[in-house]
């Protein structure tokens, strides 16, 4: 019998005690505590009593998980929106800007109505001063 003094644990706790064996080849053994405080030794090694640790569920732990995805996905859904409207903006731009140029009449073309300018920008010169 191994006793192990001064080991102050919950009444809760207390029934969840076990004893570890540990061996000189690396072995784990465990054992029931059946006397408080002490350990039934088989051979040689080192020993110790150990208790499992409760597990608690935390809500605070949650609430703020929840928290944060829902900030990181607001965040993501802004974005989107912003990029979204950007491209909405450009898209705008493009439409109104040959409206703001130089106006084209129209002329039809076989069966389609096209724009048609009177006359060009880009005059002709010629390279030399011969003009049959």
């Known amino acids: 019998m191994i006793q192990f003094p001064d080991i102050s644990v919950k009444k ?3 029934s969840t005690m076990r004893c570890v064996a540990f061996g000189a080849n690396g072995d784990i053994q465990f054992s029931n505590v059946t006397v408080p405080n002490k350990c ?6 080192q020993f ?3 208790v499992p640790k409760s597990k608690k569920s935390s809500k605070k732990g949650l609430a703020i998980g929840l928290g944060v995805g829902f900030g990181i996905l607001t965040l993501l859904l802004v974005i989107l929106l912003m ?3 950007a491209r909405n903006k450009e898209l705008e731009y493009m439409q109104n ?3 703001k140029s130089e106006n084209l009449d129209t002329a039809w073309v076989g069966s389609s109505k096209l724009p ?3 006359w060009s920008r880009n005059f002709e010169i010629p390279e030399n001063d011969y003009i049959p």
Do not use: Y
């Open 12 to 14: 809760k706790e207390n």
């Open 40 to 45: 039934l030794a088989r051979g040689h090694g």
């Open 48 to 50: 110790s009593i150990v």
């Open 83 to 85: 990029c979204r409207i």
């Open 97 to 99: 800007e040959p409206e």
């Open 116 to 118: 048609a300018a009177e």
